[in-house]
T-cell receptor, first 118, second 113 residues
Framework: NAGVTQTPKFRVLKTGQSMTLLCAQD?????MYWYRQDPGMGLRLIHY???????AKGEVPDGYNVSRLKKQNFLLGLESAAPSQTSVYFC?????????????????FGAGTRLSVL | DAKTTQPTSMDCAEGRAANLPCNHS???????VYWYRQIHSQGPQYIIH???NNETNEMASLIITEDRKSSTLILPHATLRDTAVYYC??????????????FGKGTHLIIQP
């Protein structure tokens, strides 16, 4: 059972280039998330999805777009990369079967994508 | 979500119990306490969660004070592989999937050989 898989693991871009980060989960989870983590800081939510065909903005959505065409995949796109987007990106997923009051609100994370924008 | 306060770093000797405190004095009645950890260069990993009762699983124990304003994560027999940043997160279930986790800076736990 692979869990949450992120590709690529590393990438270097030049300013203005575009790229797509792929997140795939094999746990049949409804909810998926994209976070970024900058040095010495916690994770910040970029976008999330509550199901196939749905997306929503998180805390820091500017400069990113997402798509959830298939339940198992959540794509994060950078249309025109900027040095400020240099970061480690983490994808996560969780089941919709959370029970009452977050009793099982457990997110499962991928290993991350390290992105440098020069 | 209630704000949490954790020490920046802690040391613990290998084989001893590691006790990681978290203050969440503004926690509300329907907010759970979650603990995650992040080993260097890896994604965060869920450890344990609780509402008001103490909880134990194969990884750790969670002790929540009676007034719920603070909690302690206990790793009973710490190993070198437990060296990581530990995050205490207070979260209410808002429904609809709008429940991305809010990570602070956490506690960097260093297990000493």
């Amino acid at each position: 059972n692979a869990g949450v898989t992120q590709t690529p693991k590393f990438r270097v871009l030049k300013t203005g280039q575009s790229m797509t980060l792929l997140c795939a989960q094999d746990m049949n989870h409804e909810y998926m998330y994209w976070y970024r983590q900058d040095p010495g800081m916690g994770l910040r939510l970029i976008h999330y999805s509550v199901g196939e065909g749905t997306t929503a903005k998180g805390e820091v959505p500017d400069g990113y777009n997402v798509s959830r065409l298939k339940k198992q995949n959540f794509l994060l796109g950078l249309e025109s990369a900027a040095p400020s987007q240099t970061s480690v990106y983490f994808c996560a997923s969780r089941s919709e079967l959370s029970g009452a009051y977050g009793a099982k609100n457990i997110q499962y994370f991928g290993a991350g994508t390290r992105l440098s924008v020069l | 979500d209630a704000k949490t306060t954790q020490p920046t770093s802690m040391d613990c000797a290998e084989g001893r119990a590691a006790n990681l405190p978290c203050n969440h004095s503004t926690i509300s009645g329907n907010e759970y306490v979650y603990w995650y950890r992040q080993i260097h260069s890896q994604g965060p990993q869920y450890i344990i969660h609780g509402l008001k009762n103490n909880e134990t699983n194969e990884m750790a124990s969670l002790i929540i004070t009676e007034d719920r304003k603070s909690s302690t994560l206990i790793l009973p027999h710490a190993t070198l592989r437990d060296t990581a940043v530990y995050y205490c997160i207070v979260r209410v279930y808002s429904g609809g999937g709008a429940d991305g986790l809010t990570f602070g800076k956490g506690t960097h736990l260093i297990i000493q050989p």
